[in-house]
Every structure is written in C-alpha cells, then in structure tokens.
C-alpha cells in the first residue's frame, strides 16, 4: 500500500490544477442560476484529497531515500529535455505545508468573499499557486524552477488586480508584475550561464559540479550576483521590496497565502543554489548585506506604520531578510528552519488581523482599539502568531532564529549575531504596538460593535493559531528540533523579545504616553513612516530617467522619424499635383519636354567632362 501512494506522489499537484479545471463551469461567462459557489467547494474538495495524499505519502517516505521521477518533455534532433522531480522528506514536509495553509485559506475565503461573484477566478487562481508551488518545491531543475517562478508571478499579477474595477489594484497589480520582472530577467541570464558551465540544470548535479568548479573571479562574482538578485526581487528585498506593499491590495485570503509561502519560494531555490553561491564570496556578502539590510530597515518601517497590512508586508520582508542572511552565510538548515517558521506564524497573523478587518471596515490602526473585550479569540489567534514570530520559547522561531544565531556565532560573524538580536527586538515591538493599538486602549467608533465574524472565518483562523502552536511539538516528534536547552543566545533572543514586545505594550497599549509618536523626533518618524523616502527616490531617479528617455524617443519618432516620412509623402503628393498640370495631351508639347531635358543632361555630362 505504501508503494501505491508513493508511487503515485506526482499526482499531488495535480489535484489542484484539476480544481482549476472544473471552476470554469461556474465563471460568469457560463453561469446562469447556481451561482459561482459550486467553484469554491469543488477546489476545497481537490485541496482536501491532495493532502490526505501528501500526509500518508510523508508517513510513508519518512526516514526513506528519496524518489525520482523523470518525464520527457519534449525531444527534438537529438535534445531531449527531461522534467526531473524527487520527492523526499524535505520537499514532501513542504508540500503538505503549502496545501494545508491553501486548504485553510479555502475555507477563510467562503467567509471572508462570501457576496462576491468572482469565486471561480479567485479560487482557481489559489488552486494555481497551489500546483505552482508544490512543483516547485518537488523539482529537481533549476531551468524548470525558473517556468515555474513565473507561473507563480503571473498569479501573483491576476490576484492582486482580482478587483480590476479599483485603479489602486490595478497599480498594484502592474508594479509587483513589472517589479519581479526586474530580478527575472537577472535570474534568467544566471540559468542560460549555468548549462555551459556545468553542463546541467539539475540541482544535486550543480552541487557537485560546485566542489569542483574551477571559475574565473569575474565569472563566479557575476553568477553569484545574479544568482541573489533574482530571488530577491520575489522575497521582497531591499530595494525590490516596494511591490509586496501594493500587493496587499488584492484580496486578504490570498494575502494570507502570499505572506506566509508564496513570498518564500524565490528563498527557497535560493537555498537550493547555495553549492553554487559558495564560488563566490562577494555574491555571499551580497546576499547577507541585503539581508541585514532589509531586516533591520523592513522591521524599522513596520513600526511606523498606521495601515495593518502594510505593517505585515514589511514583516514578511524583513522576516525573509533573515533568510537571506542564512544562505549568505552558507547556514543552509537554518534558512529551511527559517521559511518553515515564517509560514506558520505569518498565516496565523494576517488571519486574525483579517478578520479585524472583515468586521470593523477599517485597516487603519488609529482608528481601532478596545477588541480583546469582544474578539479575544480573534486576540489570542493574533498573540499566538505574534510569538511564533518572534523568538520566545517553545515556539518555532525561537529554534530557527537561535540555529541560525548559533551557526553564525560558531563561525565568529558577531556583527550578523546583532543584527538578528536587534531585529528581532523590533519585531517584537512592531507586533505587540500593532497588538495594543487594535486589542488594547479606549473603544473607538470603529470598534464600537465588531463581534466574532462567521465561523468560516473563525475556523480557519484558529487552525492556523494551532499550526503556529504546535509546529515544535510535531517537529521534535520528527527529531527535527534542536532542543538542547536555551543557551547563551536562545538568552539573548528571549530578552531581545520581551524587551521589544513590553515597550510596545507599555507605549501602545497601556498608553503611558498620550502620543508615542512624538518620544522621537519628527523627521525620523516621518522617514520611517515613508519608507526612506524610497518611493519618491525611485520617482525621481529611475522613474524620472525612464519618462524623459520614453518623451525624447517619442519626440524622435514623431518629428524625425514620422517627419521625414511625411516630408517624402508631401513631396510626393505636391509633386505629383504639379505634373498633372503637364499632361496637356498634345504631341508637340511631350516633345518639347523631352528635348529640353535631353539638353540639359547633355549640358550636365559636359561640365562634368570638362571638370574631370
């Protein structure tokens, strides 16, 4: 019987691309009664299946090599370019993640959209992530990872500007699209420069082409740098960070999605690169400059910040930015550890601050206060993710964050150490101020009559508190958390953590000041809150080269290019009107015309004689 479902592993995304098949029935092109909620269930019913068979196929798997599929994807004079996945305790652990947070999403989605009609696109477009990132997550193939990455963009793209009738998701549609397309396009001259150096796209083989790989230092620094800047336009990093934030204008279901796993999978084929990154140390302290960068300026913004969601789009990003620390660092069971814990406790987080949403028709901070009286399971979902996010034990990223704390100790990067200590610290802070201004304080008008939502939201929301909960009890069952006691830096993690989080109860929730705002200098707050002035920089900057380049090609064109054409045309047309005058019909006058240029091109031919 385990044959069976391990044999048949490659069927899991299917599943749901199976779902997105069978939601075009109930778009609203074909839909006429039912309604388009037959979608919805028929892509939870999909979901469902694909993770009982993820979960039996990991039993199975687990402590068992790893198996390979192959599938030929095309041959043609003598190439044949093969589709290679391995399913392995790892990549199969993923998988089951991925499809229970989309299940769970699913469900959040019946509530949270329960009265909007575009239920096939929305659920079809989960679906596609869904497959998307399973196969990425299961293939052995950079060049395949890359289609994939993609695929994953263009839904990134549809789900954002699911609401195409708002010109802010429009535009927030277009900048993650255009954004991304930047570290693409880097990314993609890393895979072609790939094959001829290695002679394979396959990852296993590129980690052992690694070892051995004998590259010039241009060669290595300029694959390194490509090999970074690609995932780092997907994971949100500095300064390819701006999209995440527009991004949040798309629906929150899939918000919940994006934060915790979509946003992860540029990190992951990163980790997969990290043999290849090793040949080049400057691609290496790129990736943890940029990390460090990101971390410590990401949690910074979100700690300014008044709008919830962009509060939690800089979370993410400053979150991931430890992950790129982990890989510069070449801390590769960290960085895995790392993107685990992200997606758990993230999901737990935009979850409950959904359903705040959902209820008291605002995202504005300033405008909430007084819920933990009428939402505290809402409140507890929130404080559940809060501290999985954050280094206090025994939740998950108090053993990731001190993994990674410890490798980079052992290696003597203690600048890196308190980097992480200090971000983590304002995490701490941002969360629990975030916390104070929506649960704590006064009731304001906005919060005056916000109960529980429905129980399609409160469900999904609460599994996502218990799978924050209760990921280190299910991960040290698999032998797979360091517990060994706290240590030196789980100490110095545990105090970075309550250090943040009670100065942001103290300012924000028990309100012993009457304006936090103002402990710090006006101009500092105000570049915070703006994100380093980033987006009037880009505006002034590339923006502006781009528009002044776009307006002189456009004025070449139309009075060089389109006037030089129009002149010929003219000359023609004016030409052609003083000839007609000419065609008199009379003999005596063509010959007359005939003869007068024959004498002036016999004039002509003999100044040029004499002048020769």
Excluded at 7 to 24: C, F, N, Q
Excluded at 114 to 137: N, P, S, T, Y
Excluded at 508 to 528: A, M, Q
Excluded at 545 to 553: G, R, Y
């Amino acid at each position: 019987m385990g044959n069976i479902w391990l044999d048949t592993g490659w069927l899991i995304p299917l599943y749901s691309l199976m779902g997105v098949l069978l939601s075009v029935p109930w778009s609203p092109a074909f839909v006429k009664k039912t309604g388009p909620r037959p979608a919805g269930y028929v892509n939870v019913l999909a979901t469902l299946v694909a993770l009982v068979h993820s979960i039996v196929a990991l039993c199975y798997l687990w402590g068992q090599p790893a198996i390979h599929w192959h599938f030929l994807w095309f041959q043609v004079a003598g190439l044949a370019v093969e589709v290679p996945f391995t399913i392995s305790g790892l990549s199969l652990g993923a998988t089951t993640l991925i499809i229970a947070l989309n299940l769970l999403v699913q469900l959040y989605s019946i509530g949270y959209l329960e009265m909007d009609w575009g239920w096939a696109r929305f659920f079809g477009l989960l679906a596609l992530f869904e497959g998307g990132m399973v196969m990425l997550v299961t293939t052995d193939s950079l060049f395949f990872s890359y289609v994939l990455l993609e695929i994953l963009t263009l839904g990134t793209y549809l789900l954002v500007g699911f609401w195409f009738n708002q010109s802010l998701v429009v535009t927030g549609a277009r900048d993650a699209f255009l954004t991304k397309r930047v570290g693409d396009l880097i990314l993609l001259t890393a895979v072609i420069a790939l094959y001829p150096l290695a002679g394979t796209w396959n990852f296993n083989e590129l980690a052992v082409w690694a070892q051995t790989a004998d590259l010039s230092p241009t060669t290595a620094t300029l694959l390194g740098l490509a090999l970074v800047v690609g995932p780092m336009g997907k994971c949100a990093q500095f300064p390819l960070h701006l999209w995440l934030d527009e991004a949040m204008e798309g629906p929150l279901p899939s918000t919940i999605l994006r934060n915790a796993v979509v946003v992860s999978v540029g990190a992951w084929v990163l980790i997969k690169l990290t043999p290849v990154l090793a040949l080049s140390p400057v691609g290496q302290m790129v990736a943890i400059g940029l990390g460090a960068l990101t971390a410590i300026g990401a949690a910074l913004i979100s700690a300014a910040q008044v709008d919830i969601k962009r509060v939690l789009s800089y979370l993410s990003s400053s979150y991931l930015g430890l992950v790129f620390i982990a890989v510069g660092a070449q801390q590769v069971g960290a960085a895995y550890f790392l993107l685990l814990t992200l997606g758990v406790a993230m999901a737990a987080i935009v979850a409950s601050t959904g359903s705040v949403i959902l209820t008291c028709i605002t995202q504005d901070l300033t405008q909430l206060g007084g819920l933990w009286s009428r939402r505290p399971i809402t409140g507890i979902s929130y404080l559940i993710g809060a501290c999985a996010l954050v280094g206090l034990p025994p939740l998950g990223s108090f053993w990731s964050i001190r993994t990674l704390l410890d490798g980079l100790w052992q290696a003597g990067d203690f600048g890196l150490v308190g980097v992480l200590i200090v971000t983590n610290a304002i995490t701490a802070f941002s969360l629990m101020r975030m916390f104070g201004l929506m649960f704590l304080g006064p009731t304001q008008v906005m919060t005056a009559c916000a109960p529980e939502p429905i129980w399609s939201v409160m469900l999904p929301m609460m599994a996502m508190a218990a799978m924050a909960l209760h990921a280190p009890i299910i991960l040290h069952s698999m032998a797979l958390l360091p517990i060994g006691g706290i240590g030196s830096m789980g100490i110095l993690l545990l105090l970075s953590s309550l250090l943040g989080g009670l100065l942001g109860v103290v300012l924000y929730g028990v309100r012993s000041h009457e304006n936090p705002d103002k402990l710090l200098p006006g101009t500092l707050v105000d570049l915070l809150a703006n994100d380093f002035y980033t987006p009037k920089i880009y505006q002034n900057t590339i923006i502006f080269a781009v528009a002044t380049l776009a307006n002189i090609s456009d004025w070449l064109d139309r009075y060089v290019v389109d006037g030089a054409v129009n002149l010929i045309g003219l000359v023609s047309v004016a030409s052609g009107e003083s000839l007609k005058y000419n065609n008199t019909g009379r003999l005596q006058f063509y010959a007359l015309t005939i003869a007068a240029f024959v004498v002036i091109l016999g004039v002509f031919m003999s100044l040029a004689t004499l002048a020769a």
